[in-house]
């Protein structure tokens, strides 16, 4: 059985309680054994991480020791996935910039802030994680956010919509989802989910059930791939 490890907390703003009860019930529906921390603690033995398959920070705006870090980029450079959304991955930990560059980018702003109405646009590419998946729209916070060049971006939205003082620039594409690879390991990010209701919009709910299986498969791929040249063929995103 696939093993999944979801830590919530941080800023109650995010709902990271209701996120985490809403990852651990699908997760579960997947076949997972899912342990929920409501500590960071719980990033403490480097060990015990890497005997994971999958890693799902619920965490806004906390600080984190450098060796819990640490422990969690070792584990998914081993293989172990990691996924997350909004907040709670993207704008966990705003003075850790290691944590910023594993998971592919870091919030910086929401113009005009919840409840900007604005559409996430699909970019339809060979990635089986979007297959089927149309634009959809969303009423919540669109989350401007400074990217890594590395990320393969499967959706986007186009900024600005709120007024402020990025409107003069030329209207930009900003990444929505994501993957990216640290080491053997798989990384998705979603920023949808300022809070569990649109978590719960069945298009995020079904991006964030691929995302998660995407990643917790990663170890098993990682292992099939070093077994030989007979495995070197495989596509990228199935490695």
């Not at 907040?87 to 705003?94: I, L, N, P, V």
């Not at 003069?168 to 989802?177: R, S, T």
Request: hydrophobic share 40%.
């Amino acid at each position: 059985m696939r093993k999944a490890l979801i830590v919530w907390g941080g800023w109650d703003g995010h709902e990271p309680r209701q996120v985490a009860e809403l990852f651990q019930s699908l997760l579960e529906k997947e076949g997972f054994e899912v342990t929920v921390s409501d500590t960071l603690e719980a990033f403490a033995d480097g060990a015990r991480l890497k005997d994971l398959d999958l890693i799902v920070p619920v965490w806004t705006m906390g600080r984190i020791e450098q060796q819990w870090v640490n422990n969690v980029s070792e584990a998914v450079q081993a293989g172990v996935g990691l996924a997350g959304c909004h907040g709670g991955m993207c704008d966990s930990f705003r003075d850790n910039v290691d944590w910023q560059f594993m998971t592919g980018g870091q919030w910086v702003a929401h113009p005009g802030n919840d409840g900007v109405e604005y559409t996430v646009n699909v970019k339809h590419s060979s990635s089986p994680l979007v297959e089927g998946v149309e634009d959809f729209q969303v009423k919540s916070e669109q989350y401007y956010l400074h990217v890594d060049p590395a990320n393969e971006v499967l959706a986007t939205t186009r900024f600005p919509i709120a007024p402020g003082p990025h409107s003069l620039n030329k209207a930009v594409d900003m990444p929505v989802v994501w993957t990216k690879r640290w080491g053997l390991g798989r990384v998705y990010y979603n920023s949808l989910g300022h809070h569990a209701d649109i978590v719960a919009m069945p298009p995020v709910t079904e991006l964030m059930r691929r995302g998660f299986l995407w990643c917790a498969d990663g170890k098993s791929a990682a292992s099939q791939a070093a077994k030989g040249p007979a495995y070197t063929g495989m596509a990228d995103n199935q490695l």
